[in-house]
């Protein structure tokens, strides 16, 4: 991992000149920015399983071993619920942690100090005590994984309120929603969308830079239906936005990039403007975050609806093994099915 | 080489002082005649605390209250042990130590009278808010004990729990963790017999906690926990060897719950009378002043002025806890995140309507 | 416990005279459904933390111990995940424990074992093994409870799938409904409204009964305005129904009763004749289990609303201790208000 | 009474048969020439369809694997332990144990090639389907062997786990449960000294896992895993001590995984060669094919018949997987319930429209 840093820097020259660039992907912007922001603050520590030696089973934190030592770069022993609770001890106490979930299929076992600790550490104490650290995770399917290696659970962690959850979609998002996450004072779940780890890459700047949580972006905007998704559904959308295009129909793709705090105003102006949405994710339709933004659609802008808002999502049933996938996770017809209902209502 | 023998596991029990007051010299710690008087006046104050809020609750005054009567032994010689820059994680019986490490009366009164600004402690008492999820604690504790070491300052994690938490996953995990990275962290477990109405022996198979030491590979060692000294001496050798690097410590402090196990319980359903007798006659308080008196450390007449000094001492809380203005409801929302989002000031603001129509 | 049961028994007579009833709380319905389907089916034991000698601390479980004896009433240790596990691994071979947890807000250790295998296990093994059990758990406000005892996170449940989600909200359906999770070949999860197990009693047949999962109902019909809630905050609605009632206005409360499987129809059917609807729920807002219902409205009945749904819920915070709780729980005018608004629409 | 140990736990440590094949006859179990065979047939059928599975996942005909080259012995001698009443209860690296159980060849490649049908035992079949959570599986063995003994039937539950497994809260719940409640079940730990890259010293400072016992009151001991025979012994004896109603055995196999962690890891990253090689003396296999031939037990021709039934058997296998129809995308939604709901009708119909459009 130095090597990319350190080359990159040393053809930046001198300060000021921040526009210099890098082509990486998802899962190096991971790493760069980890890398970054360890070097930026020394509270700032790695952990978790085979992150250290091995450089995390996507290589996610490659090399931060070698660079930042054992005291900062911690392989701990199989035990999620270790993890998390000793970040959060370490977090209260001025620590900033950057705790690594396997997959988002292990987090189960860390529930209790997600979501009774660390989401509450702020609250319980009235403020004395807070606990700034992030969890990363890896979510979502189209690796072909085995089970419990495909989970898209965010819903749990918005509907238990003191959690940001940030789901990047594209490397320089990655990069500075990570920065962000980083340097915040209160606890994020960040989300990676490992299917799109390596998928492409994206000019990154190598200057640290962040991007501020709670701000959605619009990849592709347009003018009669809104494609609302996060992660590794913002392409599938885009992929439809850019089928429409060709019938002439032009679509706004809402990349929401947090999901807590939530950027409503921009859903909902484009809501507005458009007059139909679809909502896309991975999670099982029933009580997926989607339902949530149907019901925020439903409560501010029920007039400017064409028609129904359309959930695009995955089914209500534990996530198929690797053959019967592809047939579980939404797609781009998928969507464009679901365009079309908001066009034929 | 056949089967053989390749680790062999000891547990030890402390015992320094009977329940007549006699001790054991040869094991007494060296400590001032105004230590261990300062042990005693610990304990008393603890339970004046402790008796005033069960009645408090009686009169409704307070909320659902767990009593520590009978705990107060490990409470105080862990207080003493400590030094300024330790940090004490509870779990929830641990008012006694709360206050001795600084939590003022009436602000931990205030937690159990159902009030979030009873977990806000002031800046300077490095304690930790009360974890209601039994076995939750004993993670955080292990990384405070990292922590300690990885920023480089002095100080130990002393945690405690109950023999309860002791069969909930996350205290291994939190031992464990300890063990691997060497913390810098000390496990208290009050074994007072009872989770609720479940006795030790259905607890766990373990003839002892301490035991459960072994399974993570770090001392653990089992002490009368109604003796204050022998609470004391364990205490003191795990929190140097955690302070010195040498990594962390299980001390199971064997003791007994006088009371019911909060005010909501009535421990007469499933306890048998006549093993609370027992368990009273080892009471900490009145053993450690057989042994003070019998030093000629403590009279009748210091014992009054004791009596009203902590009556007058709790009294004084319960009034700072009565004086405290009623909690704005817009404490609901302001502790949620450093900045309110947009969305959860709306929230407050049509509560703040709603209260004021 | 054995005497409410023996002694109605005893003044039942002969077989048929099925109609005899007793006035009983939800906690002794609890109760009475446990040792009726104890006594029906050898396979059903009990466990959890303090069932057994204390008779639950709700009191729910009192007597079974010394009527069915330690084999079937087991008195656990203090862990949350190694009662859901024990009861996965003895539901996949021949038992069907019904598990306690103490209280809601200490599910999370459990949920790894909730999520990962008891919901999953006839899916998993393609029917060869399945999970017949129960998990109990009291839940939700109002009883001026230290933290973690009033939680109410049943949307966590609901966005995985495989779990059944039951709530009664009276004596006869907590009966009737316990009976029939009991009897299910699936997992259920049986949410208890705590805040009522002692708030009334009810006329309830002694002999056993069941209520089917899956079908709502709807204890105070009405033409304008549809109210939609379950377990304790039904009784919410039903109070504002009267008091819309006493302004001339008619609501229909429906209590949904199971969660999962949902009465969707019943539901739809009510929106679509009212045009308005308020979900009331406990948990926070966002990403409630009310958002799905928003959802499923706006999917199912869109044109039919006069108003935007309305979501009377817990904010998005913490739950509040003792002082503050009051101001926290949905309560009736925060109903009416919501009810109001689709009026003024 | 002063400072005295209470509680002493010895962990022994057992082998049988060196690396060399020479044995410990006195230790040596009472087994007939065929069953001795029998273990070893097992065990070269075990690595056929082992290596067999990593060559068709190289060519794209398999999923993710994990290999479990190394790790033959405690499989084939619990499963020759085992009575056919008992229990299995995987992790996922137990593909031996559990084709010996009766799991059919080509069911368990279909799980690995991405195939929930590879978890559809035949109903006699008295193996449970793998859980992927490491560490989540022993509840379930602690439960079993909880409701052999409550519904009166016969028969002792066999959980296996790793040694990273033993580092979850969830491997301390299960054998505590099981030790309160004397369940009939054993847990073997396969120490492979590798949790993916985190080696054994670094997943818990205990100086071996059979100690962790300790904690939960119930025996534990060592063997050497790649010792068959040491394995079977130590079985035997948890088995019958399971049977005849004196509770739970944690047994430690201390083993080595040959090869890389799945076939999407690469040891060579974290790994000495050095450690490898010198484990690979101490392969299972040959070290027991010495035995018997030093025996008279067997030789090179009945070697050359056994690789070729073997092979053989497992090209039926790969063959029975590649012949399974394709999956039926209904299939996704059939298993959920034991009645399909209304709801996932629709969403079944949805799909199945998609398909055929
Ligand atoms: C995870 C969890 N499960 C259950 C409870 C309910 N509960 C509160 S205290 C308690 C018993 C605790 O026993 P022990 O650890 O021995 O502590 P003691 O009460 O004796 O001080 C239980 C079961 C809880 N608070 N948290
Ligand atoms: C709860 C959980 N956390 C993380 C993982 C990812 N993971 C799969 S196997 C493994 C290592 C297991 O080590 P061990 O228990 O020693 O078994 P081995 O792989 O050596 O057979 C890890 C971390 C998982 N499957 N489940
Ligand atoms: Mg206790
Ligand atoms: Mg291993």
Not at chain 1, 211 to 227: D, F, N, W, Y
Not at chain 2, 20 to 42: H, I, K, N, T, W
Request: with cysteine.
């Amino acid at each position: 991992m130095s090597s990319t840093i350190h080359e990159a820097r040393r053809t930046a020259g001198p300060a000021g000149e921040a526009a210099v660039t890098e082509k990486v992907t998802i899962a190096t912007a991971v790493r760069d920015a980890l890398a970054l922001e360890m070097e930026r603050d020394p509270r700032v520590i790695v952990m978790g399983e085979d992150v250290g030696v091995n450089g995390g089973v996507f290589r996610a934190t490659e090399g931060l071993l070698e660079r930042f030592g054992p005291e900062r770069v911690l392989d701990t022993p199989l035990a999620e619920d270790g993890i998390i609770g000793t970040a959060v001890g370490m977090a209260m106490t001025g620590l900033r942690p950057v705790a690594e979930i396997q997959f988002m299929g292990f987090v189960y076992p860390a529930v209790n100090q997600l979501l009774a600790h660390m989401a509450r550490i702020r609250n319980r104490t009235r403020g004395r005590f807070h606990a700034p650290m992030v969890v990363r995770m890896p979510y979502g399917g189209g690796i072909h994984a085995p089970e419990s290696h495909s989970e898209s659970y965010e819903a749990m962690f918005l509907n238990a309120p003191g959690i940001k959850v940030v789901v990047p979609s594209t490397p320089r998002d990655t990069r500075g929603l990570l920065a962000s996450a980083i340097r915040d004072e209160d606890p994020v779940v960040f989300l990676e969308p490992k299917r799109i780890y390596r998928a492409f890459r994206e000019e990154v700047p190598v200057e640290p830079f962040t991007i501020p949580l709670g701000v959605a972006s619009i990849p592709h905007p347009g003018e009669q239906v809104t494609l609302v998704a996060w992660g590794a559904m913002v392409r599938v959308c885009l992929e439809a936005a850019r089928a429409l295009e060709r019938e002439g129909i032009s679509a706004e793709v809402v990349d929401l990039r947090t999901l807590n705090p939530l950027d409503r105003d921009t859903l909902l102006e484009s809501v507005r403007k458009t007059g139909r949405c679809v909502v896309v994710h991975e999670a099982p339709r029933t009580a997926g975050f989607g339902a949530e933004l149907v019901a925020l659609i439903n409560e501010h802008a029920l007039l400017d609806l064409e028609a129904p808002v359309q959930r695009v999502t995955g089914f209500d049933t534990v996530f198929p093994y690797a053959r019967l996938e592809h047939h579980y996770l939404p797609n781009r017809d998928r969507v464009l099915r679901a365009v079309k209902k908001t066009f034929e209502f | 080489m056949p089967r053989k023998p390749i680790v062999t596991a000891t547990i030890e029990r402390l015992e320094i002082l009977s329940p007549d007051g006699s001790v054991d010299e040869a094991l007494l710690p060296e400590l001032s005649g105004e230590d261990m008087v300062g042990l005693y006046r610990e304990m008393v104050r603890m339970r004046a605390y402790d008796e005033k809020a069960v009645k408090l609750q009686r009169q409704g005054r307070m909320g659902t209250w767990a009593p520590l009567k009978g705990q107060e032994a490990p409470q105080a010689a862990l207080a003493l042990a400590m030094e300024p820059e330790d940090w004490l994680i509870p779990a929830f019986r641990e008012h006694g130590i709360m206050l001795a490490r600084g939590v003022p009366g009436h602000v931990l009164y205030a937690y159990w009278a159902g009030d979030e600004r009873g977990s806000a402690f002031p800046e300077d008492v490095r304690v930790f808010p009360i974890p209601v999820p039994v076995g939750s604690q004993f993670a955080h504790g292990a990384g405070v004990g990292m922590s300690l070491a990885l920023r480089g300052e002095p100080g130990v994690a002393v945690t405690f729990g109950g023999d309860g938490a002791t069969s909930e996953g996350d205290f291994h995990e939190a031992l464990n963790f300890a063990g691997v990275f060497r913390a810098r962290t000390i496990f208290v477990i009050q074994n007072n017999q009872w989770a609720i109405s479940v006795p030790r022996e259905k607890q766990t198979a373990a003839e002892t906690l301490a035991q459960k030491a072994v399974a993570h590979g770090i001392p653990g060692i089992q002490v009368d926990g109604n003796d204050v000294f022998a609470v004391h001496v364990a205490a003191r050798e795990a929190l140097d060897r955690a302070r010195s690097g040498e990594g962390p410590t299980l001390i199971e402090a064997v003791t007994y719950r006088l009371g019911d196990h909060t005010t909501a319980d009535d421990a007469g359903r499933y306890r048998d009378p006549e093993e609370l007798a027992r368990w009273q006659e080892r009471d900490p308080i009145p053993r450690m002043r057989r042994f003070l008196e019998a030093r000629g450390l403590w009279d009748e007449q210091q014992e009054l002025v004791l009596t009203d000094e902590a009556t007058a001492w709790v009294e004084a809380q319960v009034e700072a806890l009565e004086a405290m203005p009623a909690p704005d409801p817009a404490d609901i929302f302001r502790y949620m995140y450093a900045e309110m989002p947009a969305s959860l000031r709306e929230q407050m603001e049509e509560l703040r309507e709603e209260v004021s129509s």
